[in-house]
């Protein structure tokens, strides 16, 4: 499992660093946003631990422009309690956080909980919830066949693949999957997800992999 950390305070960084190579993580450290950015271009990582205060880009920025080309868990790392509403509330959709000071045990346990949080689904042929993500060719199977999905239906199930069982808001989902677009409202995760639902019932019309929660969003059936 490959961590950045984005931290412009070097004292910080190599404490975090120490922890997470620690406990078996391969870890990679960028004091800046620009830094990061560069970094998340050259290789893949699984998780990002970002500093709300960085010199050049704001962390909630950066957050967003990470996540533009491909989804990624986010915990922030905050010197302010007053922040924590907006990091777990919907306008930034992150994983979790820490506040400063914190402990670098706790840190890594963190970590270790949103990354088994985020376990795939199964992928048994026959599987009720069988679904084969490829996350760079942004192409979903279903049941052995290949959805043709738009770019919208496609951001909400892999949204959803990324936690199975857990129930996505529609506000989580419009964040994740429209980001800065201006459409907006409930209505436009609905439409989406009745003509996503309508591709997965031409594949198996017994099935109905997204469960709606009423007043909540939606799952994905899962395995929990
Ligand atoms: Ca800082």
């Known amino acids: 499992m490959r961590i950045l950390l984005v931290e412009d305070e070097t004292a910080i960084a190599q404490i975090v660093l120490h922890a997470l190579r620690a406990e078996g993580f391969e870890a990679v450290h960028c004091p800046t946003g620009g830094e990061a950015l560069a970094a998340a271009r050259a ?7 970002l500093d709300v205060g960085l010199p050049d880009i704001g962390g909630f920025a950066l957050c967003r422009e990470l996540r533009r ?10 010197a302010q309690d007053a922040e924590a ?3 777990l509330g919907l306008e930034i959709g992150a994983d979790d956080y820490v506040t400063k000071p914190f402990s670098p045990r706790e840190l890594v346990a963190r970590v270790r909980v949103v990354l088994r949080r985020l376990q795939p689904v199964a ?3 026959g599987d009720a919830a069988s679904f084969v993500h490829d996350p760079d060719g942004k192409r979903i199977r279903y049941r052995g066949r290949a959805l043709d999905l738009t770019r919208y239906e496609y951001g909400l199930l892999a949204a959803l693949l990324q936690r199975p069982g857990s129930v996505l808001s529609r506000a989580q989902l419009m964040d994740r999957v429209w980001g800065d677009a201006l459409e907006s409202g409930d209505r436009t995760v609905d439409t989406h997800i009745k003509t996503l639902r309508a591709k997965l019932r031409d594949v198996a019309p017994d099935a109905d992999a997204i469960r709606t929660h009423r007043g909540l969003g939606y799952s994905l059936e899962g395995d929990e």
Do not use: C, K, S
């Not at 080309?69 to 905050?78: C, K, M, S, Y």
């Open 43 to 49: 290789q893949a990582f699984d998780l990002a631990v």
């Open 69 to 78: 080309e491909r989804d990624l868990p986010v915990i922030f790392l905050t």
């Open 123 to 125: 992928q048994a042929p």
């Open 85 to 87: 509403d907006r990091i």
